[in-house]
């Protein structure tokens, strides 16, 4: 099946390889990232439908747009604005389990799939100077919740992770995978 990921990240770009029956074409969504939606749930699914309906409306096929944020004690942590922004989302979700939500849309010409998968993960008391390494290395600030779970520097901060771990990168692999076989299924009972 060909399908083109809107998205520009390299995690969801390797990810996406392991659903086996998928050829993929990289377009990503030039979508405004915005919503009302409050609801963590609502808000990821809201934007993933957003980025697979821009690239759709423009090449057609069978488009997949995802969305991931991080909810701690109600607050939702996008990517953060520069390295003061990361070290403090880290300091802030140091010590607490959190909610990483994935939502993930597939739409083609005549069908559309939307749906999110929800991750618990701890992260180790406060270390500051783990924290500060991390933070100097670049490499939270172009993720959700200031952190890449797969990150040499900071995988030793996670205490635990409860649910699907492609999810905390970027990706439900199984979810996603489900939804294509759902498609597959409806366009053979055509």
Known sequence: MKIILASASPRRRELI???PFVEVDIVPSGAEEKTDETDPVGYVKELARLKARDVHEKKG????GADTIVVCDGVILGKPKDREDAAATLKFISGKTHSVFTGVCVVSDDEEYVDAE???VTIAPYDENAIRAYVESGSPLDKAGAYGIQDELFSP???SVDG???NVIGL???LLE???LRLK???RRK
């Open 172 to 174: 439900p692999v199984k």
């Open 185 to 187: 299924d409806h366009r």
């Open 178 to 180: 489900s939804m294509l």
């Open 61 to 64: 096929g069978v488009c997949v």
């Open 118 to 120: 929800e991750t618990r």
């Open 157 to 159: 901060l996670v205490v």
């Open 17 to 19: 390889g392991k659903i």
């Open 164 to 166: 699907d771990r492609d």
